[in-house]
């Protein structure tokens, strides 16, 4: 390696000493000779300089940040040839710390890592809007420096490997430098699509955020492994760990951690598609949280929603979680509705009234006074019109009626309207059995009489199933959970649905159902099916595919969840870590996995080694059968 110290390069950058250097080149602190101004000086090796790829690559980075003007993007002010025939890139130079180096002292807090990825996701919208795809995202491409009264400003660095998307729309875009096929990046970072080879877009570079927000909050990052090979399938197949395995150590919020495992998700189109999208995620979670993600002061027109006097938690929660999950660019967004104010009205009043408080009570006549205003009706038209109303909406009126006395009557009377609409919601126990022995017919006259019964719809599955009409039953389920307010469904109605997806019409909205409306028993009924042995292939892999899914994983219950943890785990000490944090959760469902795990031999050559000798210290493996066997 050629010493620069003392050169100048290109008549004014005045090299001062050596940053750093790796295999291709290195880099300086230099000072501008006229402008007396520092900056970073990247130089190629002589060896590397001949290399017509590597001066493309080098010549990509400075085009790269040469159209990439952000306050969260290291700009590149000048690029050249030097005498010997090296190539030079000027750089701003950043006087700070890398996120690898920050990380030496992780785990990070929830607010300290949403903010340092917030700002990295800033810095990718700004590059994916101009066509450019980082593909080489890691904590040694972030500097952390300190900017006003902010230790950790982000500055995104090295577009070395970045790559012009094909699909902008720029005049003079340059033409990719690697084909289909070639892996490019670092593997601890690197999407599904990237380990394959496979031509990657802005999704690959939210996924390689996703392993660092992971890092952050855990100290550890989700895949690791010193071959080369199994990390790279890791990323392709395994399911991602939960915070709760890797890291039991510290407390996620689950909000969180559905980001984390969005950004995760092995196919592309199931991650957030923007990072514009991932923004408004992290800024909904924040305030859900209670956390202070913003860079410098707070905005004066921005309302805050964890702030907000009139909104519980709970209804907080519910307001973020499409955002958490988005996956579509959003579009603008729209001013609150006037079913907005009614339902932050409700959100108060809802939490007030479970609690007892008389408060409620102005709340709701507030949002009842509101619409009689608004719709010009009269208050007992509003209230009869409430059970076509949305639920949430529905339940202001509902409280009104709870809480609010009529007028002319007495302050220990004025729960009495509550007995009334409670038993109008569901229906008679006689009216149901007369229904039910006329059959679907009477059961559907029934269902239009009492629209929110789930035992009302609960018979007309069934009765529907026994005349083969599986399509129809499973439109009663759906039905039938949104009429339950939330309480899981018996398990007899997931066996239905579960025997549902060995039909062919009704297949699809099977799987639906136990994927997105039925909770942990249709995550556990998924888990099921991809263990049955009369279950046809197709539906075990269809099954198999859905329950990895990191959104329907987590609604498995433990039992479910180790059961997959187990399978998932490769390596003898991988599966003794699974035993060790939650055999306590065995059931039937592991038993054979477990007992295979005593077997002494298998391994080798000859396959006479015991594959799990590193299970023959203690009694967790007899534990975790116990267990098992006692469920």
């Known amino acids: 390696m050629t010493d620069r110290t003392g050169q100048v390069v290109s008549d004014r950058y005045r090299i001062d000493r050596l940053l750093g250097e790796g295999g291709m080149g290195a880099v300086y602190l230099a000072e501008h000779t006229l402008m007396k101004k520092r900056f ?30 952000h306050p969260h993007i290291v700009v590149a002010t000048d690029f050249g040839p030097l005498p010997d025939g090296a190539f030079f890139l000027v750089l701003e130079y950043i006087d700070g710390t890398s996120l690898r180096e920050a990380l030496a002292n992780a785990p990070f807090s929830a607010a300290r890592a949403l903010r340092i990825a917030r700002q990295i996701a800033l810095a990718l919208e ?16 972030v500097m952390l420096v300190k900017k006003r009264d902010d230790d950790d400003f982000v500055k995104v660095l090295d577009f ?11 005049e003079g875009a340059a033409q990719p430098l690697t084909r289909v096929g070639t892996v490019m990046g670092t593997p601890d970072y690197m999407s599904p699509e990237q380990c394959l080879g496979e031509r990657v877009d802005a999704r690959a570079d939210l996924y390689a955020l996703g392993i660092m927000m992971y890092e952050m909050l855990a100290g550890i990052r989700p895949f690791e492994g010193d071959d080369l090979a199994a990390l790279m399938s890791k990323h392709m197949l395994s399911p991602v760990p939960s915070f709760a395995s890797r890291a039991p150590q510290v407390t996620i919020a689950s909000s969180i951690e559905l980001i984390v495992r969005k950004l995760l998700e092995k196919d592309p189109n199931d991650r957030y598609q923007t990072a514009r999208v991932l923004i408004d995620a992290i800024d909904a979670v924040a305030q859900t949280e209670s956390l202070d993600v913003a860079i410098g002061p707070p905005s004066s027109d921005r309302i805050s929603i964890a702030s907000s006097p009139d909104l519980p938690p709970a209804t907080k929660r519910e307001q973020v979680a499409p ?6 660019k959003p579009t603008a967004i729209a001013p609150p509705t006037p079913l907005d104010r009614v339902r932050r009205i409700a959100g108060r009043a809802r939490s007030l009234a479970e609690a007892g408080v008389e408060k409620a009570r102005p709340h709701v006549v507030a949002g009842l006074e509101w619409l009689e205003k608004k719709t010009k009706l009269p208050r007992k038209t509003i209230l009869a019109a409430g059970a076509g109303l949305s639920a949430l909406l529905f339940f202001v009126l509902l409280v009104v009626v709870i809480r609010s006395p009529s007028q002319g009557s007495t302050p220990g009377a004025k729960n009495a309207p509550l007995l009334s609409l409670a038993s109008s919601r569901a229906a008679p126990t006689e009216k149901l059995r007369t229904a039910a022995a006329k059959g679907p017919a009477g059961l559907e006259l029934l269902a239009e009489e009492y629209p929110h019964d789930p035992a009302v719809f609960r018979e007309l599955a069934f009765a529907y199933d026994g005349q083969g009409r599986t399509t129809d039953a499973l439109g009663a389920v759906s039905r039938l959970v949104d009429a339950s307010d939330g309480q899981p469904v018996a398990p007899d109605v997931v066996r239905l649905v579960s025997r549902a997806t060995a039909k062919a019409d009704a297949t699809d909205e099977a799987f639906r159902l136990l994927e997105e409306k039925l909770g942990t028993p249709g995550a556990d009924a998924l888990f099921d099916i991809t263990v049955s042995k009369t279950a046809p292939p197709a539906l075990r892999n269809k099954a198999g595919a859905i329950i990895a899914k990191p959104s329907v994983r987590l609604k498995a219950s433990p039992a479910v969840g180790f059961a997959i943890d187990l399978d998932a785990a490769g390596s003898c000490e991988e599966k003794y870590d699974v035993l060790s944090k939650s055999g306590a959760n065995a059931d039937g469902r592991s038993l054979a996995s477990l007992k295979a795990l005593k077997a002494h031999s298998g391994c080798g050559r000859y396959k006479r080694y015991d594959c799990w000798k590193c299970m023959r210290g203690d009694d967790v493996l007899d534990r975790a059968i116990a267990n098992a066997e006692s469920h």
């Open 160 to 170: 070395g490997v970045a790559r012009f998307d094909a699909s902008a729309e720029r």
């Open 323 to 328: 955002t958490i999950m988005a996956a579509a």
């Open 40 to 69: 970073a000086v990247k130089v190629l090796h002589g060896d590397a300089a001949k290399n017509e790829e590597i001066v493309a690559r080098f010549r990509r980075e400075a085009e790269a940040a040469a159209h990439l003007d």
């Open 126 to 141: 700004a590059a994916h809007g101009a066509g450019i795809v980082h593909r080489d995202l890691k904590p040694e491409n």
